[in-house]
């Protein structure tokens, strides 16, 4: 069945510092997809990236950067001189595309952006 | 674009009442999920649709139903409310083509069971 985890439930760094969210992904299939959503204080949800698991490479947005590494089921995200507007809820999700395509999230990792 | 709509924005129900979360987008995505959030818990799937006259069931579907007899409506019914249907939903919808695609939520409805 699949599963996401994200072990770290509330992270505090202080502003330029770089922070690494983790995910933890469970899956029987060989075709899947991942992604990553924002949830800021606002409560609104925004999409931050997809990847599909045939795609290895690693992604970079700016400031955002997404690590997928198969032989350890995880995508992590890194962000690089972390801002204050960072602070928000961040989500990983997966879902197994050979089976319904539904769409599974993680608990999700509050980040809090000290400044 | 309006994107997905929902509505009621709040409501508060007593126990045993029964209520349905009207949800609508204008995108022609045939996915359309619900989720409902709660604290330390996530989003935790309810109910999803692939396309009109499909449904199935997510993680949590239990006091819940759905149907999906157009493209653009996918409203959640409560049978019967409980104090632990208490949270915030949210319905999304995406392309659903070529594999599950980025999700557009809608603002959510902050529900509350008395």
């Known amino acids: 069945a699949q599963k996401v985890t994200q072990a770290q439930t509330e992270i505090s760094v202080v502003e330029k510092e770089d922070v690494t969210l983790d995910c933890v992904y469970e899956?029987?299939?060989?075709?899947?997809?991942l992604f990553w959503y924002k949830q800021p204080p606002s409560g609104e949800l925004v999409f931050l990236i997809r990847?599909?698991?045939?795609?290895?490479q690693n992604e970079i947005s700016g400031r955002y950067s997404w690590n997928f590494q198969k032989s350890t089921s995880s995508f992590n995200f890194t962000i690089t001189a972390s801002q204050v507007v960072d602070s928000a809820v961040y989500f990983c999700?997966?879902?197994?595309?050979?089976?319904?395509?539904?769409?599974?999230f993680g608990k999700g990792t509050r980040l809090h952006i000290l400044p | 674009n309006a994107g997905v709509t929902q509505t009621p924005k709040f409501q508060v129900l007593k126990t045993g009442q029964s209520m349905t979360l009207q949800c609508a987008q204008d995108?022609?995505?045939?996915?359309m999920s619900w989720y409902r959030q709660d604290p330390g818990m996530g989003l935790r799937l309810i109910h999803y649709?692939?396309?009109?006259?499909?449904?199935d069931q997510g993680e949590v579907p239990n006091g819940y139903n759905v149907s999906r007899s157009t493209t653009e409506d996918f409203p959640l019914r409560l049978l019967s409310a409980a104090p632990s249907q208490t949270s915030v939903y949210f319905c999304?919808?995406?392309?659903?083509?070529?594999?599950?695609?980025?999700?557009?939520f809608g603002p959510g409805t902050r529900l509350t069971v008395l």
């Open positions: 999304a919808s995406s392309y659903g083509s070529g594999g599950p695609d980025e999700q557009f």
């Open positions: 899956t029987r299939d060989t075709t899947y997809y």
């Open positions: 990847r599909n698991s045939f795609d290895e």
């Open positions: 999700a997966l879902s197994e595309a050979d089976r319904d395509d539904k769409i599974i």
């Open positions: 995108m022609n995505h045939e996915y």
């Open positions: 649709s692939v396309g009109a006259g499909i449904t």
